[in-house]
């Protein structure tokens, strides 16, 4: 079956360091979204990507979706002490099934 | 506009026991997913209803049912208890193909 692995599993930066985590799935998506999940909290939408190569912008924030359609990338330049989470890719086959990558934790030392 | 709303928000359970817990969705979402989240295994998606029927379904045990009704409210049944259940089970709400949207969740605890 369908699987979409995260790495790293766990990230610690310094706050104003970048951090970068990567997607990857198993089989051809069809869209990929991204969540953030505070400690304690649920899962939050951060970003849908769609298309073959597509870049997008929030902020401080840029995701990337691969030209294979099959990884991902989230990159927060100059994180914040507010940055940190668990950081989560899931992405669908087409079937509005949406399989969730293992998380990045991140953790910003001040 | 009110967010997806889980109740009970906690629960404790015996082994052999069966429990059903209850998502409401944001008004005019009619898709409604589940999802169990443990430490070590982190989101595993559970089943998706939209319109009343279970359009997708991920690789749990028979014991895991659900079922949604005509206001989109969904439930979910877990039948004959394990330790293993032990987990904080999130339903989110969403228009078809858009961003999913979670409720706070249900933390069950097998004892």
């Known amino acids: 079956g369908q699987q979409v692995m995260q790495i790293p599993q766990y990230q610690h930066v310094q706050e104003g360091e970048d951090f970068t985590t990567y997607c990857n799935s198993s089989?051809?998506?069809?869209?990929i979204q991204w969540y953030k999940q505070r400690p304690g909290g649920h899962p939050v939408f951060l970003i849908q990507?769609?298309?073959?190569?597509e870049v997008k912008k929030q902020k401080r924030l840029t995701f990337q979706f691969g030209e294979a359609k099959k990884n991902s990338s989230l990159h927060i330049t100059a994180t914040q002490t507010t940055d940190v989470g668990t950081y989560f890719c899931?992405?669908?086959?087409?079937?509005?099934?949406?399989?969730f990558g293992t998380g990045t934790r991140l953790k910003v030392l001040a | 506009k009110a967010g997806v709303t889980q109740t009970p928000r906690y629960l404790i359970k015996t082994r052999g026991q069966q429990v059903t817990l209850s998502c409401s969705p944001i008004?005019?979402?009619?898709?409604v997913s589940w999802y169990q989240q443990t430490p070590g295994q982190g989101l595993q998606f559970l089943f998706e209803?939209?319109?009343?029927?279970?359009?997708n379904k991920g690789n749990f045990p028979g014991r895991f049912s659900g079922r949604q009704f005509s206001n989109s409210r969904s439930e979910m049944n877990v039948s004959t208890l394990e330790l293993g259940d032990s987990a904080l089970y999130l339903c989110?709400?969403?228009?078809?193909?858009?961003?999913?949207?979670f409720g706070d969740g249900t933390r069950l605890s097998i004892l």
């Open positions: 989110a709400s969403s228009l078809e193909g858009g961003p999913q949207h």
């Open positions: 089989t051809t998506l069809s869209n």
């Open positions: 990507l769609v298309k073959s190569g």
């Open positions: 899931a992405g669908s086959s087409g079937t509005y099934k949406y399989i």
């Open positions: 008004s005019g979402h009619r898709s």
């Open positions: 209803y939209f319109s009343e029927t279970q359009r």
